[in-house]
């Protein structure tokens, strides 16, 4: 199986500007987690999604961002405007229903907003 | 409210000697706990969990230790390798929900 797949590997953008990060789960997987890691705040937990349908977007920061996942096989998280405190690697993970608890993490997408 | 915590950023250790990371939580829901391992410029890998009903786990020269008393688990690496050094995170979650909370991880690094 190839992972999870995360595009791009790394975005540079200006201040204002949308920026649109995506990722395809492990085929057959139920859950998929957006999280966000920066310095401060460790690795912190966005939103997930089970069968396609968002269930917690509790960690989700302000409206700005939103998450979407149109298929069992893709998910994008967007950021309109991005500000420079958006600044961090954001990964998306996937997990199976009878798996138990472990999530397979993407390599993660390298933000930097100026 | 951080309600994992991991109090070390980092620890060396030689090569062969054993590690020992730390984790405290707070939230006494929380019913099962899990073991990261990150390399730079990836993701973090799945290394080693624990229900709640058990208090300890062993997967090879890993072993995670749970204390619900102190509300504390550990990681043992035995025999550590230069291999082994990486961030490590622990994370947990409470009954009926999939989201895991990640303590801010602790840097080890193993010297050969």
């Known amino acids: 199986d190839a992972g999870v797949i995360q595009s791009p590997r790394h975005e540079v953008t200006e201040m204002g500007q949308e920026v649109t990060l995506r990722c395809k789960p492990i085929s057959g997987h139920d859950y998929l987690f957006w999280y966000r890691q920066t310095m401060m705040r460790g690795l912190e937990l966005l939103i997930y999604?089970?069968?396609?349908?968002?269930?917690?977007d509790s960690g989700m920061p302000e409206d700005r961002f939103s998450a979407k996942m149109p298929n069992a096989s893709f998910s994008t998280l967007k950021i309109q405007p991005s500000e420079p405190r958006d600044s961090a690697v954001y990964f998306c993970?996937?997990?199976?229903?009878?798996?138990?608890?472990?999530?397979?993490f993407g390599p993660g997408t390298r933000l930097t907003v100026l | 409210d951080q309600q994992v915590k991991q109090n070390s950023p980092s620890l060396s250790v030689q090569e062969g000697r054993i590690s020992i990371l730390n984790c405290d939580y707070t939230n006494s829901m929380f019913d099962y706990f899990l073991w990261y391992k990150k390399y730079p410029a990836e993701g973090p890998t799945f290394l080693i969990s624990?229900?709640?009903?058990?208090d300890k786990n062993e997967d090879g020269r890993f072993t995670v230790f749970l204390n619900k008393s102190a509300k504390h688990l550990s990681l043992h690496i035995v025999p550590s390798q230069p291999g082994d050094s990486a961030v490590y995170f622990c994370a947990a979650r409470t009954a009926g929900r999939r989201a895991l909370t990640f303590g801010s991880g602790t840097r080890l690094q193993v010297q050969p």
């Open positions: 624990i229900s709640s009903i058990k």
């Open positions: 999604f089970n069968n396609n349908v968002p269930i917690d």
């Open positions: 993970a996937s997990s199976l229903e009878q798996g138990g608890d472990t999530q397979y």
